[in-house]
C-alpha cells in the first residue's frame, strides 16, 4: 500500500490563493451571495494535485416536483488521503423558467457540492468569507419593475432581506448591484423604516 502524502505548506498556500475575479460572479438566485465558477476550482485542482489524481462522486438524493435537484457528492484525493462529502442543489432557475434544463440543474448541484467540497482545501476561501465580491462593472442594475411592468425577483430579494435584517446598509446592496441615486433614495427608506419599526 502506497503511503499517504501530506500537503505541504507551500500546496496549501497554492490552494487558498485568491481566484482570478473573473471566477466569482452573482449568486443566480442567492440574493446578496456569490458564486464561483467551477472550472476555476477545477483548475486549482488538476494545478496542485495533478490531472487524473483527484475524483468526485455524485449521487442523485432527489428531484422536487418544481425541478430542484439535490445531490451527495464525495471528493477523494486517495494520494493525500483526502476525503470529502456535501450536498448541493439547483434548479436552473426553477421549472417555470425558459431555460429550464433538468440536465443542466444536475450539472448545477453537482457543481455546487464541488465548490463547497474544495472550500475545505481552502479553494476559494476568500469569497466564503465575503471578502470577494464581484467587480462593480460587472454588476447588474437593480432595477424595481421589469419590462412588464412587474416587480424584478432582484428587488423583492431586497425587500425581503432588509425586512430579515439580512441587508442592513446601502452598501450590502451595492455590492451586488449597480444602485442609480433614486433607487439609493428608496433602498434608504426601507432601511429607515425597519430601523424604526415601520413595516
Known amino acids: 500500500m502506497n503511503e499517504i502524502k501530506t500537503i ?3 500546496m496549501y498556500e497554492e490552494l487558498k490563493k485568491p481566484l482570478p475575479a473573473e471566477a466569482v ?26 490531472c ?6 455524485v449521487e442523485h438524493i432527489a428531484t422536487t416536483e418544481k425541478g430542484m435537484v439535490v445531490v451527495k457528492s464525495t471528493l477523494e484525493i ?6 470529502y462529502e456535501s450536498f448541493g442543489g439547483n434548479d436552473n432557475g426553477g421549472e417555470n423558467s425558459k431555460n429550464f434544463d433538468l440536465g443542466d440543474a444536475f450539472k448545477g448541484a453537482s457543481t455546487d ?4 467540497m474544495c472550500s475545505y482545501l481552502g479553494i ?22 421589469d419590462k412588464d411592468k412587474n416587480m424584478t425577483k432582484e428587488w423583492l430579494n431586497v425587500i425581503k432581506g432588509i425586512n430579515e435584517g439580512k441587508i442592513k446598509s446601502l452598501n ?6 449597480k444602485v442609480s ?19
Open 113 to 116: 457540492a464541488l465548490t463547497k
Open 172 to 177: 450590502n446592496v451595492k455590492q451586488f448591484y
Open 78 to 83: 486517495p494520494e493525500y488521503g483526502v476525503y
Open 181 to 199: 441615486k433614486e433607487m439609493e433614495i428608496k433602498i434608504q427608506e426601507l432601511l429607515n423604516n425597519r430601523q424604526n419599526g415601520v413595516q
Open 124 to 145: 476559494g476561501i476568500d469569497v466564503f468569507k465575503g471578502k470577494t465580491t464581484v467587480p462593480a462593472k460587472d454588476l447588474p442594475w437593480l432595477n424595481i419593475l
Open 25 to 50: 460572479k452573482p449568486h443566480p438566485t442567492k440574493t446578496f451571495l456569490s458564486s464561483i465558477k467551477a472550472i476555476y476550482v477545477t483548475e486549482r485542482l488538476n494545478d496542485v494535485f495533478g
Open 52 to 57: 487524473g489524481k483527484w475524483r468526485m462522486k
Open 8 to 10: 505541504t505548506k507551500e
